[in-house]
C-alpha cells in the first residue's frame, strides 16, 4: 500500500463502532473519523453530516483528507452513494457495491428474480402486487408461509406466518404502505448468516453467525415481531468446513457470478442468509453490507489486518493477491439491549447508568449503537442502544460474560429489555 490511509466509516449503529474500533488498529491507518458516529465515539472523530447528503460526504471526505469510505448502513449503498463518489471524486475508495448490485438487498424481488435465473437454491415464491394476488399466494402456500414486503424495512419487513389469517393481514398492511410483496413457501432447517468479502469477481468468506431476530423468545407471530437484531454469536459449530464449501459453490460464487454477468460486478460485504435443510443450503435473503449485530461478533474473532481485504474489494480481482483472513478460536456472544418501549418511535430519551463497570469487565467489549451525549452523561436514542459481546475459549463462557456485562447496564427509573436466550 502506497501510503498510510485516512479512513471515513458512515453509520451510527454497534456495527459501525464495531468498525471504527477494528479499522483504527491498522497499523496502515493513521486516522480514523465516523459520521454521524455515536456516544461511544470521540466525540473528535464524529463528523456531522446526513448520510442521505452525498455532496455533503463528498466535501467532508475531501476537507478531511479522507482516502477511503466504509459505508456501515444499508440505505447509503442503495440509494447509490458508491456510484456518487465514483463521479464526483473518484480519488477516494469506497467499500460497498453499487446502486445497481446493492438492488440484491434493495429489492427481494430483483434477489428473488437473480436466484431464479442463475440457478441459486431459494424457497419457492410468488410476488404479490395488490390484495388478490396475496390473498391467493398465501392459500397456495398454505397458510404457513413467510411474507416479506419488497424494499427497505431495516429487518422488520418479515413475517413468519401461523396461519392464513395472519399472512394476509401482513401482506395487506405491507401492500397499503406502498410495498410490493413476496410470498415464500416456509422452509424448515437451522439457519445461519453468511458473509463474504467480494471483488467482483472473487469471494473470500468471512465468517459465519447466527443471530435472533425476533423481539422476545418463543414462536414467530405479529406479537414478536421481527426487529434488526436482537443478539449474535459466532461461530457457527453446525456449519463445517464442507457446509461452508457447499454454500460457497452453489449460492456465494454464483451470485458473484450473476451479477458479474448482469453487467453489476458485486464488490464490497455480501451477507447472506441461508437455511440449512435436509435437501441442502438455501438461499433466505442477501444483505449488501456488514450485519448488524453479525458485525459485532465476527470481528472481534478476526485476526488479520482487515483494511487490505477492504482496499482489495474496492478494485476488480483485488483479492487475487491476499491469502485468506485468519481467525482466532474464540467464541463471541452478543446482547443487543433496548428501551423497553422498542421498537415503537419516538421513545423519550433517558440516561444510561453503569457504562463504566460494564467496560472494565473482562474479554468484554461494549459497542454503543442508539445513543447521544447529553448533561448527564450518554442517552439513548429511539433504537436499539447498545451491545455486550463477551469473548471466551467456548461459547458457554462467552455467553455468561456478556449477560454479566448486561447486568451491570440499567436505565434512569427503567431497565433495559434483551433476551435472555442469546447463545443457548
Request: hydrophobic share 40%.
Amino acid at each position: 500500500m502506497p501510503k498510510k490511509l485516512r479512513v471515513l466509516i458512515i453509520g451510527s449503529g454497534g456495527r459501525e463502532h464495531a468498525l471504527y474500533e477494528t479499522i483504527r488498529r491498522s497499523s496502515l491507518v493513521t486516522r480514523t473519523f465516523i459520521t454521524p458516529g455515536n456516544a461511544g465515539i470521540p466525540q473528535k472523530n464524529c463528523l456531522t453530516t446526513k448520510s442521505d447528503d452525498f455532496f455533503e460526504l463528498v466535501r467532508v471526505a475531501r476537507e478531511n483528507g479522507v482516502d477511503m469510505v466504509v459505508v456501515g448502513p444499508e440505505q447509503p449503498l442503495v440509494g447509490g452513494i458508491v456510484d456518487h463518489f465514483a463521479e464526483y471524486a473518484p480519488e477516494i475508495k469506497v467499500f460497498g457495491p453499487s446502486k445497481a448490485a446493492a438492488q440484491l438487498e434493495g429489492s427481494k424481488v430483483y434477489c428473488k428474480k437473480i436466484c431464479t435465473k442463475y440457478g441459486i437454491p431459494t424457497a419457492e415464491y410468488r410476488v404479490a402486487t395488490n390484495e388478490g394476488e396475496a390473498d391467493l399466494a398465501v392459500i397456495a402456500m398454505g397458510g404457513e408461509c413467510v411474507v416479506k414486503a419488497d424494499g427497505l424495512a431495516g429487518g422488520k419487513g418479515v413475517l413468519v406466518a401461523r396461519g392464513v389469517v395472519e399472512a394476509i393481514a401482513f401482506a395487506r398492511k405491507q401492500l397499503a404502505s406502498g410495498h410490493q410483496v413476496i410470498v415464500e413457501r416456509k422452509l424448515e432447517g437451522q439457519e445461519v448468516s453468511v458473509f463474504a468479502l467480494c471483488d467482483g469477481k472473487h469471494a473470500f468468506m468471512f465468517g459465519t453467525a447466527r443471530d435472533y431476530k425476533r423481539l422476545y423468545s418463543g414462536p414467530s407471530g405479529a406479537e414478536n415481531p421481527n426487529t434488526g437484531g436482537m443478539g449474535a454469536y459466532s461461530p457457527v459449530l453446525d456449519v463445517d468446513d464442507k457446509l461452508l464449501s457447499e454454500i460457497k459453490k452453489k449460492i456465494i460464487d454464483w451470485l458473484v457470478a450473476g451479477m458479474r454477468a448482469e453487467g453489476f460486478p458485486y464488490r464490497g460485504m455480501l451477507y447472506a442468509g441461508i437455511m440449512v435443510t435436509e435437501g441442502g443450503p438455501m438461499l433466505l435473503e442477501v444483505n449488501c453490507r456488514f450485519g448488524d449485530p453479525e458485525t459485532q461478533v465476527i470481528l472481534p474473532r478476526l485476526t488479520s489486518d482487515i483494511v487490505p481485504y477492504l482496499v482489495a474489494c474496492c478494485k476488480e480481482d483485488g483479492l487475487a493477491t491476499l491469502p485468506q483472513p485468519e481467525w482466532s478460536d474464540k467464541h463471541t456472544v452478543c446482547l443487543v439491549l433496548v428501551p423497553p418501549e422498542y421498537p415503537e418511535e419516538s421513545i423519550v430519551p433517558r440516561a444510561i447508568e453503569g457504562l463504566e463497570k460494564a467496560a472494565r469487565r473482562y474479554r468484554v467489549k461494549v459497542f454503543y449503537a442508539d445513543t447521544h451525549r447529553g448533561t448527564l452523561g450518554t442517552y439513548t436514542g429511539d433504537g436499539r442502544s447498545l451491545n455486550t459481546v463477551g469473548v471466551a475459549p467456548t461459547r458457554d463462557k462467552a455467553r455468561f460474560r456478556a449477560y454479566v456485562a448486561a447486568s451491570d447496564l440499567r436505565l434512569s427509573h427503567d431497565r433495559f429489555h434483551y433476551r435472555e436466550d442469546i447463545g443457548e
